[in-house]
């Protein structure tokens, strides 16, 4: 396969992004020509585009299927195996974040909560405890709010990012009006966010459910 410049460039950065979050360059090279192309591809073909080993595309593909970024589909008329991988960046997204979780974050929240109950936990003092229980509470936070996000289908998921840019924006223009003290312009800007907001919340409410 003959791959454009601009291929080459996607897969090269996304290599490079690759190596920058812990992943074998090759491994990320690989799910971008797959992700880029949408076609199943067999090793042999991944092999020859990207120049490197096939020992080394076999033991990539093995990983990028151990995260679920990839999986094995069989074409019509060719006994090779062939690999596809999802083209939905949202179903990607969360593909990630569920793998991460589970292989970086909840081993974490275990040993932070069985530091927690070790009778001997005290002898460190009362502040270590509480760096500790902190740094516990906050990964709880965002795991409980990951879990939320990742059950909603994406538009839904779309539509509760941009609320909370919204909200943001609000609280930042609440803030900035307490700063800078109220002006008409600014009280009537402030009314119209707040009233956008009174409206947006219920939607909120109603997409995420109770």
Known sequence: MQLTQTSQKFI?????????WGVNRTVAQIHALLYLT???LPADE???????ARSNVSNSIRELQAWNLIK??????DRRDHFEASTDIWELSRTVIRERKEREIMPT???????????????DGVERANRVREML???ETITLWSDEML?????????????????????????LGAVAGP???????SKSQSNQAQTDMPALGSMIGP
Request: aromatic content about 2%; charged content about 25%; overall charge positive.
């Open 12 to 20: 090269l950065h996304w290599g490079e992004m690759g190596t920058r």
């Open 38 to 40: 949408g076609k199943p």
């Open 46 to 52: 991944i092999a020859d585009t990207l120049s490197v």
């Open 72 to 77: 094995l589909v069989h074409v019509m008329g």
């Open 109 to 123: 929240i275990e040993m932070l909560r069985e530091l927690l109950n070790h009778p001997e936990i005290m002898l």
């Open 137 to 139: 509470t906050m990964l």
């Open 151 to 175: 059950r909603l289908d994406t538009e839904t998921l779309t539509k509760v990012l941009k609320l909370g840019a919204k909200i943001q924006k609000l609280i930042r223009g609440d803030v």
């Open 183 to 189: 002006s008409a312009t600014g009280s009537k800007s």
